[in-house]
């Protein structure tokens, strides 16, 4: 007799949610896109003012949305705005670890500071919120981790060594903390942007002749978009997902499998 088969949910409805650097680009399209799914969702970040209109936008759909202060730079920031994020919420399910930082800088002009600044934003910043995150998914049966990590977690790109080492941490992170974490429920794992044209990254598309170069290397003939990102996290977090653990997902219109 064959075993039953049970077929992907990939809802999210009765889930909580909190996306860091929730405000613009990608953390935006992805709580928004966590909320079309069913979730309610904490949106955080530093700036309230920004994360309000997101909230607003969340709730035209008639779904919850909350949002909180966090800056992930700061671990009292991180604690308590993460717990009382779940109190509000009643509960956290999934947390979206997206708050990032980019600066490019030749590798031999490197500040501390610079330094210290990206890897504490995108690594430090990143393990601290999942430990928070966890702490209370572990006493309710488990949860969903879905950090925003980038191609720069797979190869090297010059004057991005800082970005570079913290997104490839982040990935090792994801692995590890899966391995740690999945006899607790705590599913982890990662997305991975391509060429996505945010706010952040606009710089590089102003550079028209870059911009050429670079659309010519990928096999679905565009740039991304915030959208692109959606699909795969909702997978990540819904039950459809529920044997997928320590696993990256590059969402990057087929460049890396190109080169």
Not at 24 to 48: F, P, Q, S, W
Not at 154 to 168: D, L
Not at 237 to 252: E, L
């Amino acid at each position: 007799m064959e075993p039953d088969i049970f077929y992907p949910d990939f809802s999210l409805e009765g889930r909580k949610a909190l996306v860091t650097g929730g405000s613009r680009g990608i953390g935006r399209a992805l709580a928004l896109g966590l909320a079309h799914a069913g979730a309610a969702v904490a949106v955080t970040g530093r700036k309230e003012e920004t994360l309000s209109a997101v909230a607003q936008e969340i709730e035209t759909i008639g779904k919850t949305a909350i949002i909180r202060r966090i800056d992930v730079t700061d671990l009292e920031s991180i604690r308590s705005g993460i717990q009382e994020s779940a109190r509000l919420l009643r509960g956290l399910d999934i947390l979206v670890n997206n708050a990032g930082y980019e600066q490019v800088c030749d590798s031999l002009e490197v500040s501390v500071e610079t330094w210290d600044a990206i890897v504490n934003t995108n690594l430090r910043g990143a393990f601290f919120c999942a430990q928070a995150a966890a702490r209370i998914m572990s006493g309710s049966g488990g949860g969903d981790i879905v950090n925003v990590c980038s191609l720069t977690s797979s190869i090297g790109f010059p004057t991005a060594v800082p970005y570079t080492s913290s997104k490839s941490g982040l990935l090792g992170m994801t692995r590890a903390l899966a391995a740690e974490w999945g006899h607790s429920g705590i599913r982890v794992n990662a997305i991975a942007p391509g060429y996505v044209h945010t706010a952040m990254t606009d710089i590089f598309f102003q550079n028209e002749s870059w911009a050429k170069g670079i659309k010519a290397r990928i096999p679905l003939g565009r740039f991304g978009q915030v959208h692109d990102l959606i699909g795969a996290t909702i997978f990540l977090c819904s039950d459809a997902a529920n044997y997928v653990t320590g696993q990256m997902i590059t969402i990057d219109g087929g460049f890396l499998a190109s080169i």
